[in-house]
């Protein structure tokens, strides 16, 4: 019992205690800062690529390139996109 109690009056202080909490939210306001940064910059790829796809399937389908020239391309893309979308999936 003494030692419990040495640890409350040592250790579990008030001014302590408000320390910790204090930390503990600043460490949540910086990580929701990172996850947004990351959510921001994930959307812009998500955009971009499936504008890169939007390209070649027009490609694809007025005739002008063959979809066997494309194929490797599009499932590169394709791949990316699902990835980012996993990526984000996970963050919100």
Known sequence: MAVIQKIKDGILTEENLKR?????????????????????TILQDLTDTNHRLERLYNAVESGH???????????????????????KIQIE
Request: glycine fraction near 2%.
């Open 65 to 87: 390139i063959p979809f066997a020239d494309l194929a490797p391309r599009i499932h590169d893309l394709k791949g990316r996109h699902d990835k980012l979308q996993e990526r």
């Open 20 to 40: 910790l909490v204090d930390l503990v939210n600043q460490d949540m306001v910086d990580s929701s800062i990172q996850y947004q940064n990351e959510l921001s």
